[in-house]
């Protein structure tokens, strides 16, 4: 079973984004999802500055295994970017909601945020996707 912290909101896509206290949200990739990559060993993330759109595509992480989207969880403004983590993609997968974030975003509309999933509906599509693939 995936570790998925009760704190955050989440994406169908496997993102997970945290609110902070000044109202710009952290944005990585779930547990789940690292662990299905398997080695991460490039990110493409998006500019600073650069808008991005709820549901559409800001970058991808690289593994040894596929390439894969990832995903806006809201739309708005990257504010922040994880240097160390595009230095070192490892951390993805060693720290995945810790030193593994990847942007920060400057939210158009903070209830955007709200939309996002609960960690119980998170892990409900986790087991689903478990469940499909037999374990």
């Known amino acids: 079973m995936s570790l998925i912290p009760p704190d955050l909101r989440y994406t169908r896509e496997h993102e997970w984004a945290s609110l ?6 952290k944005v990585g990739i779930t547990d789940f ?10 990110l493409d993330l ?8 709820a549901g559409e595509s800001m970058g991808e992480v690289e593994s040894t295994k596929s390439v894969s989207d990832i995903y806006a969880p809201l739309s708005g403004s990257v504010k922040g ?8 993609p490892a951390l993805v ?8 974030w990847l942007v920060v975003i400057e939210p158009g509309d903070a209830a955007e945020y709200e939309g996002l999933l609960t960690a119980e509906q998170y892990a409900a599509v986790v087991a689903e996707l478990e469940g499909a693939e037999g374990g």
Do not use: H, W
Not at 20 to 25: F, I, L, R
Not at 33 to 42: E, I, T, Y
Not at 81 to 88: G, S, V
Not at 93 to 100: H, L
């Open 46 to 53: 998006p500019e600073l500055e650069s808008a991005v759109t």
């Open 20 to 25: 902070g206290d000044d109202g710009k949200v």
């Open 33 to 42: 999802a690292q662990s299905r990559l398997g080695d991460v060993v490039f």
């Open 81 to 88: 970017l994880n240097a160390e983590c595009r230095d070192n």
């Open 93 to 100: 997968n060693q720290d995945p909601y810790g030193e593994g």
